[in-house]
Each structure stands twice: as C-alpha cells, then as structure tokens.
C-alpha cells in the first residue's frame, strides 16, 4: 500500500513537471511572437513611410527641380497602445496587401505620424490608419475622414485640443488643418463625417479609449483647412 502511494506521488510530480515544461515552453513562444512582432510592425511602418516619401519625390521631379528635405522617418511610439493591438498590427501584416499610403497624418503635438491606407477594414486599421471612403479624398475639397484604432496609433487623440495643427501630406500637397471641435458621438451618427461649411478634416476612433470590449461611442476631433500647398511650390 506504501508503495502503491510513492508510486502515485512519482506519477503526480512527472506531471506536473511536464505541465510546467510546456508552459515554460509556450510563454517563450509568445514572448518571441511579442517582440518579434513589435519589431515587424516599426519597420513596416517605416517602409511604408519611406515609399510614401519616395512617391512625393517623384512627383516634385516631374517639375524638375531639386528634392526637397522629406520629413524623418520615426518609429512607432507603442507606449499607448496594448498589447493584443500590437501583435496584430505584426501578424496582419504578414502576406497581407501593402501598398503606398494615399497619405500620411501627421500631429506633431502628439508625437503621431502614420500611414493613411484606403480603406478601414481590420487589415488596414492594424498597419496604420484608414480613410474613409465616401469622404472627401486627401488632397481634395471637402470633408475628409480618417479613422483609427483607440488602442494604437489614436490613442493619442485622447490629449488633442482646440487650436492644435495637423497635417495631411497627399501625394501632390501638404494641407494644414486646426482642430476647431471635439466631441464624442454614438457609433450610428454618421452626420460627422458630412461635408463642412469649409475644408475639413475628421479624425475617428472609439471612444472610451480604455472600455473593455466594443467601445459603445465614438471619439471625434474636427479641424478646419487653414492652409494648403501644392507639393510644386515646395520645388521652387
């Protein structure tokens, strides 16, 4: 009987000493996957930029005039975003579609320059940000809306203020816009996305920004048009 015991307390202990083996063993996967996929997502961003950067070079060339000084390539700044969201903005991004951006949004008062793909699907809204068709293209007139996620890239929108500057670099200008209006909305008012009295530009993102599960509202920042350059003038 005493030995019929010691043998069950050997079987227990193997066990758990295999449990412990395989756990030990999946959390260093995961932790790779982690930084592997952080990693990934700052130089894809970054490529993603550079072509950008690379597509407004060729279109200032056509004018023949020497390169103008693009603006540097950053990292991405991840300190707001959570996790999940940054594992899915690497693993999206494996043998999914690339693509130059038909802009790029930046905030400098934010720290926040992103790539701005066609299109707000999950794909697309895990690699950068999305505008929103049915507005108004970058680069054109009208009302043009860009979304985001809460837990990444617009994250930062939760320290936006009336007055700040943002900028929009389309393929062929560089429009400046100042946030005039911030409010937060239900997920069916579509009326902010409506053309304004004057050029605008409408940044959206769910709202509250830490809600866990579906955020139930919308964060929405308003800007008007103050200026807008017609990337020719930038090769003078």
């Not at 043998?7 to 932790?31: P, Y």
């Not at 690339?98 to 794909?123: Q, S």
């Not at 239900?186 to 530009?201: F, M, N």
């Amino acid at each position: 009987m005493i030995l019929r015991t010691n043998s069950e307390e050997v079987q227990r202990h193997r066990r758990l000493s295999i449990t412990g083996r395989c756990l030990t063993t999946i959390g260093v996967f995961l932790l790779g996957v982690y930084v592997g996929s952080m990693i990934y997502r700052v130089v894809s961003s970054r490529l993603a930029l550079q072509e950008f950067d690379e597509m407004r070079m060729m279109v200032g060339s056509e004018y023949g005039k020497a390169p103008i000084e693009l603006h540097l390539h950053r990292p991405v700044d991840f300190k707001l975003w959570s996790e999940e969201r940054i594992l899915a903005y690497g693993q999206d991004l494996r043998g999914k579609k690339r693509g130059v951006p038909v802009a790029v949004l930046r905030f400098e008062k934010l720290n926040l320059r992103v790539p701005v793909f066609e299109g707000t699907d999950i794909w697309t809204l895990n690699r950068g940000a999305g505008w929103i068709k049915g507005t108004a293209r970058p680069g054109g007139t009208g009302n043009v809306g860009i979304a985001g996620h809460r837990d990444s890239f617009f994250r930062v929108l939760r320290d936006a203020s009336k007055g700040d500057t943002i900028e929009l670099d389309s393929a062929a200008s560089t429009a400046t816009f100042t946030v005039d209006q911030i409010e937060i909305v239900g997920p069916e008012d579509i009326a902010v996305l409506k053309p304004r009295p004057e050029p605008s530009l409408t940044l959206v993102t769910c709202y509250p920004f830490y809600f866990v599960g579906d955020a139930p509202q919308r964060f929405i920042v308003h800007a008007a048009l103050s200026k807008q350059v017609e990337i020719e003038k930038f090769w003078n």
